[in-house]
Nanobody, 116 residues
């Protein structure tokens, strides 16, 4: 069972990035999927969450209108499109899969750095 994030990197303020989280060893279709982030010296925080069917989406206030979470259950992948990036978006971004039974999985994280 594995979640692998990709797509992070260095981007200038105002730029965009798309993160991907590919699952293997299980199918995400019955899992709520989330993106979290953790900046240096700060606690990990929820960025966005999408329900298993995709009908319920939640964003942190700090990213509303700039980030979009989506999922492709056929490709077993969840995405985070990030636009209008700010220096305060700099963090390690983690993908999480959560099943209503209480089972959850985390990825290893991908670094996003927003700097000029």
């Amino acid at each position: 069972v594995q979640l692998v994030e990709s797509g992070g990197g260095l981007v200038q303020p105002g730029g965009s990035l798309r993160l991907s989280c590919a699952a293997s060893g299980f199918t995400i279709s019955s899992y709520d999927m989330s993106w979290y982030r953790q900046a240096p010296g700060k606690e990990r925080e929820l960025v966005a969450r999408i329900s298993s069917g995709g009908g319920i989406i939640h964003y942190a206030d700090s990213v509303k209108g700039r980030f979009t979470i989506s999922r492709d259950n056929v490709k077993n992948t969840v995405y985070l499109q990030m636009s209008s990036l700010k220096p305060e978006d700099t963090a390690v971004y983690y993908c999480k899969a959560f099943h209503f039974s209480g089972r959850d999985y985390w990825g290893q994280g991908t670094q996003v750095t927003v700097s000029s």
